[in-house]
């Protein structure tokens, strides 16, 4: 080859990158896209390589994403409502039991289950951690741990309001705001009370 032409093909298992050239940045070889159309280096810097997120394990960051405390809020809001349509209910026992049925989700989604659904490269070290204990990279009092703190105890003072303090309803909502409340201390990280869901 001679002249330009000689100048515009690197040799063989060099990488190049595509600013303004006709290669791209490969692992190997360096071959042209097309030969009748060089890429722009705007082009060249949209093409979206690897997975889909950045975080290595995306539990770490699920309860910050758009949208998912509104979500939360209205899924609360549909269980009372789906309960209230219910027509032996009373107005207290429908608050009671929102209070309950909340907590023993929020129990068995964030304190019991352990891992991920899904494969992530950080050789396993999440396959013993509860979700509450991946969040945020087990960074405590972020903005995401406060909202899962709060919620559970403005549900409970609307529930003993509704409830009129009745002192049945009172032990119940207590005992169940306890349950979700003390795992998500920061003493309890890692904690696993009498080896209970250890492993």
């Given amino acids: 080859m001679t002249g330009d032409a000689a100048d515009s093909v690197p040799p063989i298992g060099r990488a190049q990158t595509a600013k303004g050239g006709h290669f791209l940045e490969t692992t190997g070889v360096s071959a042209p896209l097309c030969p009748s159309r ?3 280096a705007s082009e060249a810097g949209r093409m979206n390589v690897g997975v889909a997120h950045s975080e290595v394990n995306p539990n770490t960051r699920v309860m910050n994403s758009r949208g998912i405390w509104l979500a939360y809020i209205i899924l609360v809001g549909l269980l009372h409502v789906v309960l209230l349509s219910i027509p032996f209910f009373s ?3 429908v608050w009671t039991l929102t209070n309950v049925i909340h907590n023993l989700a929020m129990y068995i989604f964030l304190h019991t289950v352990k891992g991920t659904p899904f494969e992530t490269p950080d050789q396993g070290k999440a396959r013993l951690l509860t979700h509450w204990e991946q969040m945020d990279y087990g960074l405590q009092f972020t903005s995401s ?3 899962l703190s709060i ?3 403005v549900l409970y003072l609307l529930a003993s ?3 009129k303090y009745d002192a049945a309803h009172f032990i119940i909502n207590t ?3 306890l349950s979700v409340l003390l795992p998500k201390l920061p003493q309890f990280h890692g904690v696993r009370l009498f080896g209970i869901n250890k492993y």
């Fill in 38 to 40: 060089t890429v722009r």
């Fill in 91 to 93: 107005i207290p026992v």
């Fill in 145 to 147: 741990r406060k909202f």
């Fill in 151 to 153: 919620s559970p105890i």
């Fill in 161 to 163: 309001f509704y409830t």
């Fill in 175 to 177: 005992a169940s705001l």
